[in-house]
Each structure stands twice: as C-alpha cells, then as structure tokens.
C-alpha cells in the first residue's frame, strides 16, 4: 500500500536539515503525500530555532501544493522524569507534538530510567507520538512502554530514517516494538525523519520490515490520512481544519 501521510520531517530550520518548507512540501506532493507535518527540533538540540519560530507558525498556509500542512515540533525527552524541552505554552499551540530522546540532550541511563522517562512523558498528555523508540543507544523495556502508549492514546513511531541512515542496529528493535503492537493492538505511525525534501514519504525499510511479520493495515494510521487529523481534533487541536 501507497500511504500519504508523512509528519515527521524536518527543514533547514533544524539546523542539520538541507531543504526549505516551499521544497517539503512541493516533494510531498509530488510523491502523492496527502497530509505533511513538519516537526523541527525543540530548543535544546543545537542549532535548533528559537522559541518564537514556533510561535510563529500561525503565518504559514494551512495548505501548500495541495497538501494540507501540519506544524509542530520533536521535542527532547530531557531527564528520566518525562520533562520536555518546550514550554506548555507553546506546546499548547502545535498540531502535533513528538517526544524523542537524544542524545545530545539528555544523559541515557539504565533500562529502568530510559523507560520512566518514556512513561512519565507519555503520561502528561503533551505528545502524541513517541519518536524512534527502537534507538539501540537507549534501551528501555519496549513492552511496558507499548502497554502504556496504548492506554494513553499515543501513537508508536516507526521511522525510516533509523533504518537508513541514522541510529544503527535500530532494525532488531523496531521489529520487536512492531511485534508487541501487533500484539497488544496498537496503533503506530511509519514517519520518513526527512532531513532533505526527496526523502519525504520515503517508508520502504520500515515497510518492508512491518510486511516480514504481517503486520495488520488497520493498525498503520498513515493508511488513511484523515484517521490522524480525526485522533488530533478529539485532542482539541486542528480547529481551522
């Protein structure tokens, strides 16, 4: 299956991004994505935008090429108590909001403290994605993590990106959390973590992946693209869509 929803990606706004928002979007039309987000990393990453580049999100088109557009942000995961690295305020105004750890940012410790800081950021209710859960540099216990995004209406991210060309060794794991989704019955969101425009909805390893254990289509949110804009309005965002 074709799937047009990509809302993991990054513009040169990251700071280690290559391509502009215009050239993001104009890709993902062209590649029949339907619905792009774009998510630049929180504040702490270096080189990162200031906190009024998320501010001032609201000048932008809702719609670009045909596609409708999505503005939010990677947050940092930044200590084993779930803290992020954006402020409420201005996590109140993003359409969609991803938790990752990084490195860079955060201090990875034991299984056992990796795994609190997933949960405890799961349990604010301030994300709706968990970013690249299967990162081999920071174990944490995939099942409880699973079992608590479930119970908390987050969405588990394959990412793409981690299969390619970051995160080493990422496949073993992504494979495991995928198992346990399939499992449990849980909904999880395949992202591309496009740092340059021709990689936007570029999904094949991790579909490739999700094909080699049947995974069940009705748990992939990107197979209908409106499913997520549905999950993020009964969240009370997107009230001009």
Do not use: Q
Request: a negative charge.
């Amino acid at each position: 299956m074709k799937y047009a929803l990509d809302v993991h990606t990054h513009t040169l706004a990251s700071g280690h991004a290559y391509s502009t928002l215009m050239e993001n979007a104009k890709a993902a039309s062209e590649k029949g994505i339907k619905v792009l987000g774009t998510t630049e990393h929180g504040i702490t990453m270096p080189n990162s935008p200031h906190i009024w580049y998320f501010h001032n999100y609201r000048v932008l088109p809702r719609e670009m090429y045909g596609v409708t557009m999505l503005y939010g942000t990677e947050a940092n995961i930044i200590d084993y108590d779930g803290n992020l690295d954006m402020d409420d305020f201005t996590l109140d105004k993003m359409d969609i909001v991803i938790g990752s750890i990084h490195d860079e940012v955060y201090k990875v410790g034991s299984v056992e403290e990796n795994t609190r800081a997933f949960i405890n950021v799961i349990e604010s209710g301030k994300i709706d994605i968990i970013g690249h859960l299967g990162n081999p540099g920071v174990p944490v216990n995939f099942d409880e993590i699973v079992k608590c995004a479930i119970e908390n209406d987050v969405l588990i991210e394959i990412n793409n990106s981690s299969f390619t060309t970051s995160r080493v060794g990422s496949h073993g794991n992504c494979k495991e959390i995928a198992l346990l989704c399939k499992k449990y019955g849980a909904k999880l969101i395949i992202n591309s973590d496009a740092h340059f425009c021709t990689l936007i909805g570029e999904f094949t390893a991790a579909v490739n992946m999700l094909e080699s254990i049947e995974f069940p289509e009705e748990l992939i949110i990107n197979r209908e693209p409106n499913e997520l804009i549905l999950r993020l309005k009964k969240k009370g965002k997107l009230k001009d869509l």
